[in-house]
């Protein structure tokens, strides 16, 4: 029914917009490198270390009087968690050392380095019961503290899972079509990532180690995008070969036109429940990967098909026939 | 691409009911089902179920330290053999991972015996643990003209914090889990870290506190000469000797060297003295009680002070040998403090002091809270896809709900057969897997439609949607592999939840729909002699 009032077929002149989809592009880029540069991005416990908490808000608890019953200035914040409950948002990083007890100042500079985020954890705790009566049983609803050498050791392997993802992924590209998809693959995903930081450095989202599994995921469903425009690409190319490249490539965003949007379509169906329904645990990481289609989608008509035009097409160089083919039938 | 031999369907067949069988436990209580039915469902990460996540660390200078404590009075005993006529007097310092040994007499000459006790220290200087390279355990050499310097190679160094780090987690099992009943994991994650994961509604404030205690048990002779004491309070301490306090017995000097440790310990109880206050009674093993009594014989009307973790809990006078090994602490105990600390001694002594790097904490309220929005945002997300689907591909449409439905029942099963961890994130992936998997369906589809729109029979266009969308599905399908694997080898906690589920998501969506809907078009369009699909 649906299919019945999208057009049979789609002669939209992807490529006569390329120049204003590069303009586009690099105002965001440009953008996004700047705002990265002036804002960078809002760290959470995992990359920053410290401790984030959620306290069950009552009568007696509430942003005021949590603020009152924490004896140094940490960040807190009324919010809204999982299931409309009414919850006070912490965040903090080390207490000031004369707070800490004769016991922390005793320790060695190095050990105080490793134990100040716990020790002031415990603190806070101690405060929170003490002042505000709360059960850390029940009403401490969650308490993650991040010391400084984990913190450090989550953000290096989450970039070199990004880097190591990356370079594995370009070189399946290179393997499965020519060099020149292979830089319109790298250029695209390259292009979808910075954007995306970007957004999270101009919008100040925190960037957690969720995060990072979410632009592993915009890598992922990028490639997938460009890949699938990419093998309608080759295999028009080998149809229609006195076609010239532009209209090879505008053929090949026509026909795969329909599934693009009928797949972005039911992810992001599937990514808004999430977003609205999953709590606000999720609610970063879904926010990411919606915008991680739209761009994705976006770069794989705009960036990597472009590139591939500026670059031009060689197919003799790769004969091995990767389509399984049309044998038989007729 | 439309033969379905027997064979094939019979393979089909059993992989949707083995999904079925593995995903069954998740919703109906099978506790009475028979012993070759699973029973567990797929295990709930701490995020969804509420618990402690404590991230601990050794650290390789106490783990050296330690040993290096332990070898000093080996060497003690080397040099102060009773058979020998010419024992070497010297004072032993450990000092991070080194250990100075100082004589502290010379012959006639002004010469200290540096070679010869070299030569003594050898032969307790037993050969590198496992002794596959041969080797021995410490370097000594030659420091000075009356100091020995006691090294630790690297191969030994290694061996020692994988002996430490494995009898870590001994300890920490017998000290948060006494009676092995509770569901505590502790997993060793790399050369010299611990992470233990309490799922319910542990107290993390007792946890810690009950692992932050080094256990470190020992009983050293006391030097109580008030001058002394004065010139130690003031900074000049007795060299070989530590300045220690405890709450009933004041400042004292202490032996650095201890004459009996933790190991010498056999068990600790709690028990009650004669006016019924709690106490803490423990009894020695065969060869601690041989050190106590000998001990104990050599140094009559001298204190002995019982330490703990640098705290003397009490430090009796040594009236005479003691002979037998049982020994008690009294004191200002409340009776949980003297149960707390008897586990503590029975679990016996941590190799190194444990640092807590990363403590993570969830109610069990936000845990269900968690769980409920993730059912309700994936029933919802799954109903919008399937609609969706239907609307746009109607017949196919169906038959690609139905795979969906197939899709959703093998992650499941595959999930709990795989034993893997379900989180938060974990939910999303599988959400975005649905979300995705309907993209190979489309690919699929738009194919069939394009072959029908070129004139082609129904049963033509079917076989040459399949052959020609198989490489775009593997080609894009394999990308988003590469992305899960990495996510799951390099990630750690609620990313590797994620990974995993997006993993196995792929797989069985490429599965369920390359297969399950090739399946059921092709039986549907021979059974009903079906001409021609609305796509």
């Given at each position: 029914?649906?299919?019945?009032?999208?057009?049979?077929?789609?002669?939209?002149?992807?490529?006569?917009?390329?120049?204003?989809?590069?303009?586009?592009?690099?105002?965001?880029?440009?953008?996004?490198?700047?705002?990265?540069?002036?804002?960078?991005?809002?760290?959470?416990?995992?990359?920053?270390?410290?401790?984030?908490?959620?306290?069950?808000?009552?009568?007696?608890?509430?942003?005021?009087?949590?603020?009152?019953?924490?004896?140094?200035?940490?960040?807190?914040?009324?919010?809204?968690?999982?299931?409309?409950?009414?919850?006070?948002?912490?965040?903090?990083?080390?207490?000031?050392?004369?707070?800490?007890?004769?016991?922390?100042?005793?320790?060695?500079?190095?050990?105080?380095?490793?134990?100040?985020?716990?020790?002031?954890?415990?603190?806070?705790?101690?405060?929170?019961?003490?002042?505000?009566?709360?059960?850390?049983?029940?009403?401490?609803?969650?308490?993650?503290?991040?010391?400084?050498?984990?913190?450090?050791?989550?953000?290096?392997?989450?970039?070199?899972?990004?880097?190591?993802?990356?370079?594995?992924?370009?070189?399946?590209?290179?393997?499965?079509?020519?060099?020149?998809?292979?830089?319109?693959?790298?250029?695209?995903?390259?292009?979808?990532?910075?954007?995306?930081?970007?957004?999270?450095?101009?919008?100040?989202?925190?960037?957690?180690?969720?995060?990072?599994?979410?632009?592993?995921?915009?890598?992922?469903?990028?490639?997938?995008?460009?890949?699938?425009?990419?093998?309608?690409?080759?295999?028009?190319?080998?149809?229609?070969?006195?076609?010239?490249?532009?209209?090879?490539?505008?053929?090949?965003?026509?026909?795969?036109?329909?599934?693009?949007?009928?797949?972005?379509?039911?992810?992001?169906?599937?990514?808004?429940?999430?977003?609205?329904?999953?709590?606000?645990?999720?609610?970063?990481?879904?926010?990411?990967?919606?915008?991680?289609?739209?761009?994705?989608?976006?770069?794989?008509?705009?960036?990597?098909?472009?590139?591939?035009?500026?670059?031009?097409?060689?197919?003799?160089?790769?004969?091995?026939?990767?389509?399984?083919?049309?044998?038989?039938?007729? | 691409?439309?033969?379905?031999?027997?064979?094939?369907?019979?393979?089909?067949?059993?992989?949707?009911?083995?999904?079925?069988?593995?995903?069954?436990?998740?919703?109906?209580?099978?506790?009475?089902?028979?012993?070759?039915?699973?029973?567990?469902?797929?295990?709930?990460?701490?995020?969804?179920?509420?618990?402690?996540?404590?991230?601990?660390?050794?650290?390789?200078?106490?783990?050296?330290?330690?040993?290096?404590?332990?070898?000093?009075?080996?060497?003690?005993?080397?040099?102060?053999?009773?058979?020998?006529?010419?024992?070497?007097?010297?004072?032993?310092?450990?000092?991070?991972?080194?250990?100075?040994?100082?004589?502290?007499?010379?012959?006639?000459?002004?010469?200290?015996?540096?070679?010869?006790?070299?030569?003594?220290?050898?032969?307790?200087?037993?050969?590198?643990?496992?002794?596959?390279?041969?080797?021995?355990?410490?370097?000594?050499?030659?420091?000075?003209?009356?100091?020995?310097?006691?090294?630790?190679?690297?191969?030994?160094?290694?061996?020692?914090?994988?002996?430490?780090?494995?009898?870590?987690?001994?300890?920490?099992?017998?000290?948060?889990?006494?009676?092995?009943?509770?569901?505590?994991?502790?997993?060793?994650?790399?050369?010299?870290?611990?992470?233990?994961?309490a799922p319910g509604e542990p107290d993390p404030e007792r946890l810690k506190s009950l692992l932050s205690r080094d256990g470190r048990m020992t009983f050293n002779i006391v030097d109580d000469s008030p001058s002394a004491i004065t010139?130690?309070?003031?900074?000049?301490?007795?060299?070989?000797?530590?300045?220690?306090?405890?709450?009933?017995?004041?400042?004292?000097?202490?032996?650095?060297?201890?004459?009996?440790?933790?190991?010498?310990?056999?068990?600790?109880?709690?028990?009650?003295?004669?006016?019924?206050?709690?106490?803490?009674?423990?009894?020695?093993?065969?060869?601690?009680?041989?050190?106590?009594?000998?001990?104990?014989?050599?140094?009559?009307?001298?204190?002995?002070?019982?330490?703990?973790?640098?705290?003397?809990?009490?430090?009796?006078?040594?009236?005479?040998?003691?002979?037998?090994?049982?020994?008690?602490?009294?004191?200002?105990?409340?009776?949980?403090?003297?149960?707390?600390?008897?586990?503590?001694?029975?679990?016996?002594?941590?190799?190194?002091?444990?640092?807590?790097?990363?403590?993570?904490?969830?109610?069990?309220?936000?845990?269900?809270?968690?769980?409920?929005?993730?059912?309700?945002?994936?029933?919802?997300?799954?109903?919008?896809?399937?609609?969706?689907?239907?609307?746009?591909?109607?017949?196919?449409?169906?038959?690609?709900?139905?795979?969906?439905?197939?899709?959703?029942?093998?992650?499941?099963?595959?999930?709990?057969?795989?034993?893997?961890?379900?989180?938060?994130?974990?939910?999303?992936?599988?959400?975005?897997?649905?979300?995705?998997?309907?993209?190979?369906?489309?690919?699929?589809?738009?194919?069939?439609?394009?072959?029908?729109?070129?004139?082609?029979?129904?049963?033509?266009?079917?076989?040459?949607?399949?052959?020609?969308?198989?490489?775009?599905?593997?080609?894009?399908?394999?990308?988003?592999?590469?992305?899960?694997?990495?996510?799951?080898?390099?990630?750690?906690?609620?990313?590797?939840?994620?990974?995993?589920?997006?993993?196995?998501?792929?797989?069985?969506?490429?599965?369920?729909?390359?297969?399950?809907?090739?399946?059921?078009?092709?039986?549907?369009?021979?059974?009903?002699?079906?001409?021609?699909?609305?796509?």
């Amino acid at each position: 029914m649906l299919m019945k009032i999208w057009p049979k077929e789609t002669h939209l002149k992807f490529m006569n917009l390329r120049m204003a989809g590069t303009l586009l592009s690099v105002v965001l880029l440009t953008a996004s490198v700047f705002f990265l540069a002036t804002r960078g991005l809002n760290f959470g416990v995992d990359f920053a270390g410290g401790t984030a908490m959620e306290i069950n808000a009552t009568e007696t608890v509430n942003e005021g009087t949590v603020r009152a019953a924490i004896p140094f200035s940490a960040d807190v914040n009324a919010a809204v968690g999982t299931d409309a409950r009414r919850i006070v948002v912490v965040k903090f990083g080390e207490a000031p050392e004369a707070l800490l007890g004769p016991e922390f100042q005793a320790l060695t500079t190095a050990e105080k380095a490793e134990r100040a985020s716990g020790a002031t954890n415990e603190l806070v705790v101690r405060s929170l019961v003490e002042k505000l009566g709360i059960d850390p049983g029940t009403d401490l609803l969650k308490n993650d503290t991040v010391g400084p050498k984990v913190s450090k050791e989550l953000f290096r392997d989450g970039i070199t899972a990004l880097v190591v993802a990356l370079i594995l992924m370009l070189a399946y590209i290179w393997y499965r079509f020519e060099w020149q998809f292979s830089i319109g693959a790298v250029a695209a995903l390259a292009h979808d990532v910075i954007i995306t930081l970007g957004v999270f450095s101009f919008l100040q989202l925190e960037f957690n180690l969720t995060t990072i599994a979410a632009l592993l995921t915009i890598i992922g469903y990028s490639m997938n995008d460009t890949v699938v425009v990419f093998d309608r690409v080759r295999e028009e190319r080998r149809k229609y070969k006195k076609m010239p490249d532009r209209d090879v490539i505008d053929l090949a965003l026509n026909s795969t036109l329909s599934r693009t949007l009928l797949t972005s379509g039911t992810t992001l169906l599937a990514l808004l429940a999430i977003f609205f329904l999953g709590g606000p645990v999720l609610r970063g990481m879904s926010f990411a990967l919606i915008w991680g289609i739209v761009i994705g989608t976006y770069s794989s008509i705009f960036i990597a098909s472009s590139i591939v035009l500026s670059l031009g097409m060689d197919l003799t160089q790769k004969t091995v026939d990767d389509t399984p083919g049309f044998q038989g039938v007729g | 691409m439309l033969q379905f031999p027997l064979w094939k369907v019979i393979l089909i067949v059993l992989t949707l009911a083995w999904g079925v069988v593995m995903a069954l436990p998740n919703v109906v209580n099978m506790s009475g089902a028979p012993g070759f039915m699973p029973r567990e469902g797929v295990n709930l990460g701490l995020d969804l179920r509420g618990g402690v996540y404590l991230e601990m660390e050794i650290r390789s200078e106490d783990v050296i330290g330690g040993r290096l404590e332990v070898f000093a009075r080996d060497v003690r005993t080397a040099l102060a053999r009773t058979d020998s006529a010419d024992p070497v007097t010297h004072l032993a310092e450990v000092n991070g991972q080194t250990m100075t040994i100082k004589l502290t007499r010379a012959d006639e000459a002004g010469n200290f015996p540096v070679e010869a006790a070299i030569a003594r220290i050898d032969k307790v200087n037993g050969p590198l643990e496992g002794g596959l390279a041969g080797g021995k355990t410490y370097e000594v050499t030659r420091a000075g003209p009356d100091s020995i310097l006691v090294t630790v190679p690297e191969n030994s160094e290694n061996l020692m914090m994988a002996d430490a780090l494995a009898k870590t987690e001994t300890i920490v099992r017998r000290r948060v889990d006494p009676d092995g009943v509770a569901e505590i994991s502790i997993t060793p994650s790399g050369v010299d870290r611990l992470v233990l994961e309490a799922p319910g509604e542990p107290d993390p404030e007792r946890l810690k506190s009950l692992l932050s205690r080094d256990g470190r048990m020992t009983f050293n002779i006391v030097d109580d000469s008030p001058s002394a004491i004065t010139a130690a309070q003031a900074g000049v301490v007795k060299p070989g000797y530590r300045l220690l306090s405890g709450p009933t017995t004041g400042d004292l000097l202490v032996r650095s060297i201890p004459e009996i440790v933790g190991s010498d310990i056999a068990n600790a109880s709690q028990g009650n003295d004669e006016a019924n206050r709690p106490q803490i009674n423990f009894r020695l093993n065969s060869n601690g009680a041989r050190k106590f009594f000998e001990t104990t014989r050599v140094n009559t009307n001298k204190r002995f002070a019982i330490v703990l973790d640098d705290v003397i809990m009490s430090a009796p006078n040594i009236n005479e040998p003691i002979a037998g090994g049982n020994v008690r602490i009294t004191g200002d105990f409340t009776m949980e403090e003297a149960q707390d600390l008897a586990a503590i001694i029975s679990a016996g002594e941590m190799p190194a002091k444990l640092q807590f790097l990363d403590q993570r904490t969830v109610s069990a309220t936000l845990g269900r809270d968690s769980i409920n929005a993730g059912i309700r945002a994936s029933v919802i997300g799954i109903l919008l896809v399937a609609g969706f689907m239907i609307l746009a591909y109607n017949l196919l449409g169906i038959f690609a709900v139905a795979s969906l439905a197939a899709n959703v029942v093998l992650i499941f099963g595959a999930l709990s057969g795989l034993g893997a961890t379900l989180t938060l994130p974990g939910i999303a992936g599988i959400i975005l897997t649905i979300g995705m998997a309907v993209d190979a369906n489309v690919l699929v589809f738009e194919r069939i439609r394009e072959e029908q729109q070129s004139g082609r029979s129904l049963l033509t266009s079917v076989q040459a949607g399949y052959e020609r969308a198989l490489s775009t599905i593997l080609d894009a399908n394999i990308t988003t592999l590469i992305a899960a694997a990495i996510l799951y080898l390099l990630g750690s906690g609620p990313v590797k939840g994620f990974a995993a589920t997006l993993g196995i998501g792929i797989l069985t969506s490429v599965f369920t729909a390359f297969v399950v809907t090739r399946w059921l078009t092709v039986m549907w369009i021979k059974t009903f002699k079906t001409k021609k699909l609305s796509v």
